[in-house]
């Protein structure tokens, strides 16, 4: 059975850092690319960052420079580490299996000003 799970979401303020995990099960994240969405209140879920299998990443350019997807084969878990944030930063984080048409349940990333 196909399941991510998220976790490391939290209540910062403007200028930390956090790091998202995603756990996966039933597949392996390094045979497959993995997504990173952020759906912010009141507006549509958006993709912000993928790693691939070979390990190349792309990012939306909103957040070039500052989100970092990473992935630990080991653990089978992927990793957004997201550096300087900022209040629009705030929304839900989900990670996606678009191979398995997996969603996880997310984790609230809340920044205050």
């Known amino acids: 059975q196909v399941q991510l799970v998220e976790s490391g979401g939290g209540l910062v303020q403007a200028g930390e850092s956090l790091r998202l995990s995603c756990a996966a099960s039933?597949?392996?994240?390094?045979?497959?690319?993995m997504e990173w969405y952020c759906q912010a209140p009141g507006k549509q879920r958006e993709l912000v960052a993928r790693i691939f299998s070979g390990g190349d990443t792309n990012y939306a350019n909103s957040v070039k420079g500052r989100f970092t997807a990473s992935r630990d084969n080991t653990k089978n878990t992927v990793y957004l580490q997201i550096n300087s944030l900022k209040p629009d930063d705030t929304g839900v984080y989900y990670c996606?299996?678009?191979?398995?048409?997996?969603w996880g349940q997310g984790t609230q990333v809340t920044v205050s000003s």
């Open positions: 039933g597949f392996s994240v390094r045979l497959n690319y």
């Open positions: 996606r299996a678009p191979d398995h048409n997996a």
